[in-house]
């Protein structure tokens, strides 16, 4: 996994990179802020039966203009995302929760539509995260649906470092505006499953997630 001392190189790299853009610029728009809000996150997945599921979302933003109506913006944000898998014990089939810890830095590209108010986002995000753990005990032993011997508790260590793409909508205020992104992981989340002696050995799943947030800029 990633250090916490990369992380911080990719960040301020980033963050000078940005920074250096909006000073070249004749537009001297240059904002930082804080934003926060709630994820509905989901893997597609042949593999498992899901349910999508609630969770938060929050971190640190900039946005900066770049050339005519675009905008740069760079962030760092935190996330606890939830998802439910299927699986049963003696008859009783339910999903069972998992959550997901993670980081994410983003580096995106904003089209003006209405300059300060509405804007079209869209770029890449890495997204570091820990284990799919289980939320509650006393469902490490139960089967995953569609499998024989799978346990619950044996598809917990998935993939660890995940490049996901993102677009939506900003709008509001120069100071507060409310943003809808959609985002959806390129990269098999669960690649390291099959990297471990288990029923299926051929594993695939990506992320998909809703993420609305309101943001604050000082």
């Keep these: 996994m990633m250090s916490i001392k990369n992380i911080l190189f990719v960040t301020f790299s980033l963050l000078i990179f940005q920074q250096s853009f909006s000073q070249r610029n004749y537009d001297s728009y240059n904002r930082m802020g804080l ?30 203009a770049f050339y005519n109506n675009f905008d740069l913006i760079f ?18 089939k339910q999903f069972i929760d998992y959550s997901i810890q993670s980081a994410q830095i983003n580096f995106l590209g904003s089209y003006n539509i209405i300059k300060h108010h509405l804007s079209l986002e869209f770029g890449p995000i890495l997204n570091i995260n820990g284990k799919m753990k289980l939320k509650r005990s006393g469902f490490d032993d139960y089967i995953i649906e569609g499998y024989d011997a799978l346990r619950a508790d044996e598809i917990q260590d998935i993939s660890k470092i995940n490049f996901h793409l993102t677009g939506g909508l900003t709008a509001g205020l120069e100071n507060f505006r409310l943003s809808a992104m959609y985002q959806y992981g390129v990269t098999n989340m669960l690649n390291k499953l099959n990297d471990k002696d288990l029923e299926n050995t051929d594993f695939e799943g990506h992320s998909s997630s809703i993420v609305v947030l309101a943001i604050f800029y000082f």
Excluded: A, H, P
């Design 75 to 92: 962030g760092i944000n935190y996330l606890s995302n939830n998802v439910g898998i299927q699986g049963s014990k003696g008859g009783n």
């Design 35 to 64: 934003q926060g809000g709630f994820t509905l996150f989901d893997i597609t997945t042949s593999d498992f039966v899901t349910s999508q599921e609630s969770g938060v979302m929050g971190g640190f933003t900039t946005r900066g």
